[in-house]
């Protein structure tokens, strides 16, 4: 994909030493790496950490940032690098799903940007394979995300990472709110939206 000029969709979860997955990406595969991030609100913060992660070639962007940056054409094959399995805000339209028999709002922004931008989507997973020693592998889960239907590219990656951490649970995030929210919840925000709407 590099050689052919081709972006690339990244997409992982917060398994195992995911700061060191996504660091290694600046080092490991030819395309520069960008990960979308949300800033923090705590300018402080947000600046440590973006330091940190971008010691060794990563960049941090939010997704207008991204959008700039590939509507500019100037920067080639890229690779955007999505965390698939955090809670998505309510004004978000969520992929819904069963995860770790769980009912589970998954974020839809990696595929959306995948097909929006028709680039291949990789799994990508580090695993550690003994003392201060990691492998990371990576896995194609669709290079025409376009001719998938709508959803089946986020059950393609939701099913990896579910496989993923049943083999292995110790090493995923338990303590991150991935159910806080219901479907409900999100109804509901609609709702409130379209009436705010009509009332105007």
Aim: glycine content about 4%; overall charge positive; charged content about 25%.
């Amino acid at each position: 994909y590099f050689d052919s000029g081709q972006h690339v969709t990244l997409v992982g979860g917060h398994y195992g030493n995911w700061e060191m997955f996504a660091v290694s990406a600046a080092k490991n595969i030819p395309h520069h790496p960008l990960a979308l991030f949300t800033p923090l609100r705590n300018k402080f913060m947000n600046t440590k950490i973006t330091n940190s992660r971008s010691r060794f070639g990563l960049r941090m962007k939010s997704y207008p940032e991204v959008k700039e940056i590939l509507k500019d054409g100037i920067e080639k094959q890229l690779s955007i690098i999505f965390a698939t399995d955090q809670c998505p805000r309510l004004r978000q339209h969520p992929h819904w799903t069963m995860f770790l028999n769980q009912e589970t709002a998954v974020q839809f922004g990696s595929e959306k940007f995948a097909r929006d931008n028709n680039t291949p989507v990789i799994y990508g997973i580090i695993e550690k394979t003994k003392r201060g020693h990691y492998s990371v592998k990576y896995t194609m889960l669709s290079e025409f995300p376009n001719e998938l239907a709508i959803g089946e590219l986020s059950e393609m990656h939701t099913r990896q990472l579910e496989k993923d951490i049943i083999e292995n649970p110790s090493y995923w995030l338990w303590t991150h709110k991935r159910w806080k929210r219901k479907k409900i919840d999100f109804q509901k925000h609609w709702e409130k939206q379209e009436a705010s709407k009509l009332s105007a």
